[in-house]
Nanobody, 124 residues
Framework: QVQLVESGGGLVQAGGSLRLSCAAS????????MGWFRQAPGKERAFVAA????????YYADSVKGRFTISRDNAKNTVYLQMNSLKPEDTAVYYC?????????????????WGQGTQVTVSS
């Protein structure tokens, strides 16, 4: 059974940093792109960042470019999201996901497996 478990969320002041982790189990995803999405209260789930199977290609939402960094460790079947210079508008539940293909994908419809989400709250 495939399982994605996010961790690292929490409460942080504006300007602070958090590092999210997403550990996959049940099968290896080293040949799949992976991504992070987020859903703020009252809003639809939105793309944050994506990475291809080997980590050489990444994409970011404009709102997080220069502040967030996605990375992966295929040996650990884990993807990370380093979030710096956090803003109150980054407050959301963050989800990791595994893409159907090896490339980095920016739309949620290209993802087959999803984690349960981790809450990130940024106070002003």
């Amino acid at each position: 059974q495939v399982q994605l478990v996010e961790s690292g969320g929490g409460l942080v002041q504006a300007g602070g940093s958090l590092r999210l982790s997403c550990a996959a189990s049940g099968r290896t995803f080293s040949n799949h792109g992976m991504g992070w999405f987020r859903q703020a209260p009252g809003k639809e789930r939105a793309f944050v960042a994506a990475i291809n199977w080997i980590g050489f290609s990444t994409y970011y939402a404009d709102s997080v470019k220069g502040r967030f960094t996605i990375s992966r460790d295929n040996a650990k079947n884990t993807v990370y999201l380093q979030m710096n210079s956090l803003k109150p508008e980054d407050t959301a539940v963050y989800y990791c996901a595994v893409a159907r293909r090896a490339t980095a994908q920016t739309t949620q419809y290209d993802y087959d497996y999803w984690g349960q989400g981790t809450q990130v709250t940024v106070s002003s």
